[in-house]
Nanobody
Framework: QVQLVESGGGLVQAGGSLRLSCAASGSIFSINTMNWYRQAPGKQRELVASITSAGSTNYTDSVKGRFTISRDNAKNTVYYLQMNSLKYEDTAVYYC????????????????WGQGTQVTVSS
């Protein structure tokens, strides 16, 4: 019914930048909150950044000032995570996650995950 597809991951040197994209598709009435999570090997998945439908953003302390979450206002089902000044410790699989109002025979809220995209930062 609803899919989230990430793209934009890859290998980058420390200090470099990447922009991740998350495209939502399907029976979407609205997206309430979009989140970016990451999971490094041997570590728990952590919330990196969030943006609400009103445009309010939050970041985990380790990425503040370096990462920016945003929404494509022309395509309001596409979200980005701009990652600058990347560090080795940013290496992880990055997932988008969203609370979405699904348009079915009735409207209901559900949480969805993308499949993840690998970000590798070389030191």
């Amino acid at each position: 019914q609803v899919q989230l597809v990430e793209s934009g991951g890859g290998l980058v040197q420390a200090g470099g930048s990447l922009r991740l994209s998350c495209a939502a598709s399907g029976s979407i009435f609205s997206i309430n909150t979009m989140n970016w999570y990451r999971q490094a090997p041997g570590k728990q998945r952590e919330l990196v950044a969030s943006i609400t439908s009103a445009g309010s953003t939050n970041y985990t302390d380790s990425v503040k000032g370096r990462f920016t979450i945003s929404r494509d206002n022309a395509k309001n089902t596409v979200y980005y995570l701009q990652m600058n000044s990347l560090k080795y410790e940013d290496t992880a699989v990055y997932y988008c996650n969203a609370d979405i109002l699904v348009a079915s025979f009735k409207i209901y809220e559900h949480n969805f995950w993308g499949q993840g995209t690998q970000v590798t930062v070389s030191s």
